[in-house]
């Protein structure tokens, strides 16, 4: 019997959903998960909505999993409380290298007594998530709770694009059940921006990202969850029926498989000794990353062992905590001053009695804004916590209640700038300068943003001498760094014929500069290093950028109407003109994007790094990649061309062998590079 008309297009619209759900998800993989799209927004957005109108109009075809339910419903009532799988349990920890040597200790006496293999992960500081599967469908989302009861957050957690909906994979590989824990981060990034939203909505701002995340995820409407921007690392099978897992470094390559994003700067197959040097190396790279971590985590990898050695009530015997040392501590604030930055912009600081926080010397701590000052009630001579986080300026967490204490007079804002003595303006909750380039502050922290390592890198130029150069009146612009000569660096502190000779050389070989870098040292306002690059990239040449409207920035990947507002006024103010054009007439050349596309040596070569290069950092052998036309990306796969092979190269070595992609040496690399240079 033939089917009617209706059944035939509901049969061919059931087709072309599947179709579009398969396509959409591969893609979400490559944009969330590894981190390298392979179409354009615009693609993506057709797929998409074509999906969207089918669903709309066969609504009987609409199934939990498909992408169009990362963000629905309305807001809850509350939260329900769901069982956990297998207990959360926390892990022992410990700061001292002595207390780590006897887990590895233990654990040799209760195994058979040779030196056991570990995995080490970074220890993210997020919110623990279990995520519950069945038949490779997301059926619930509980947060940790007490280990063995958390909240059902599956609506919030939905609108995580790094969160797998159904999971990859054949139906042969997908496990009937399957109970993965993983860590909702926020990036750094997005945690200055959500606070810096805040701020000018005058609410109160996250004392840290992992605050955020938390905050995040236990909102009742998942439509403000989606707007957060978390991302979820998968790090534990925590339950599986339907297939066998032997080590943890198998469940790492499995949640991979099966389209988790798992970190990767996991170290898979080590003993102590390195485990305790995997932990000193990421401690001293830690604000290096885009992320918070507090530690990293040494398992036992072997699986079955792991099982027989068991728990105790609170933590498991085969993992172990390494924490990093404190990054808080309490001082007094000796003084309050006011510094006026490069956009005129009045930041309060907290001058503080010099305190080590994580074997960094901290004498100064901001206070973000006058109304901050205020909310926070912080006065001169209080005693207050202190955070550093990154290598942003550390900032006061909150005063320290001294009972009985007779504190000094509350802290007001000036009226006039420090710098200048000009009327400030206020746009609450911030104050500005309006004197821009005749502020000497403003200019002082422009002509800093300008050499810095993103913008044209004048090595030599520093803040003591920039200073200088105001002070004796030899500059009155960015323009006029271009213009200065040996004789006019003599009368300078510290300087001499050679020292003289080798900041003029180095300004003229700045002054040829790519225009992304030009971009980021102009200081457009809320453009940084990687939004100049998408700038560049997207609209060519430096005239292309100038004379694109409002609407024309806003289409730029990554950018948002308000960047694209403020770019726009700032592109096109007078002074921001005169100043290209002061450059130009003083020597500056653009590199432009548009003049290097498609005729360099690696153009089109994706290059993922692992281990530590000897002859340069990972980030100089990056830049020279990215020079030469070709990408960089942070994971493996497919995309893939090279996998250049440091010193203790990770995962991505193994990952590299199991997907056939060309391993390179450092010496085999730097051929390359010479090769393509000659």
Known sequence: MRKSGKAQDITRAQRRIEELREDIRHHDNLYHVLDQPSIADFEYDHLY???VELERTYPELVTPDSPTQRVAGQPRAGFVEVEHQAPMLSLDSSDAEEQVRQFDTRLRAQLDGSAPDYVVEPKLDGLSIELVYEDGRLVCAATRGNGRVGEDVTPNVRTIGSVPLKLRGKSTAVPRRLSVRGEAVMLLDEFEQLNARLTREDKPAFANPRNAAAGALRQLDPNVTAKRRLVLYAYEVMLLEGAVLGAQSEALVALRGWGFKVNDLIETGIQIDAAIEFHHDLESRRDDLDYEIDGVVIKLDDLAARERLGATAHHPRGAFAYKFQPRREVSEIVDIVVQVGRTGKLTPIAMLRPVDIGGVTVARASLHNGEEVARKDIRVRDKVRVQR?????????????????????????????????????????????????????????RIKHFASRNGLDIR???????????ELGLVKSVADILSLTAEDLLPLEGFAELSAKNLVEAIGRSSRVELARFLYALGIPEVGAQTARDLAQHFGTLDSLLSATEAELEGVAGIGPIIALAAHDFLHSSNTIESIEALKQRGLQLIEAEARAGDLPLDGVTFVFTGSLESMARAAAEERVRALGGHTGSSVSSNTDFVVAGSKAGSKYDQAVQLEITVLSEAEFLAMLAESTS
């Open 49 to 51: 909505q074509e999906l």
């Open 389 to 445: 986080a990154g290598d942003v300026i550390p900032y006061v967490l909150e005063r320290v209640d001294e009972k009985g204490k007779r504190r000094r007079a509350k802290f007001k804002m000036p009226r006039e700038c420090p710098s200048c003595g000009t009327q400030i303006i206020s746009r609450l909750p911030l104050d500005f300068c309006p004197n821009t380039l005749a502020c000497p502050a403003q200019l002082k922290g």
């Open 460 to 470: 030599g130029l520093g803040e003591r001498t920039v200073e200088q150069l105001l």
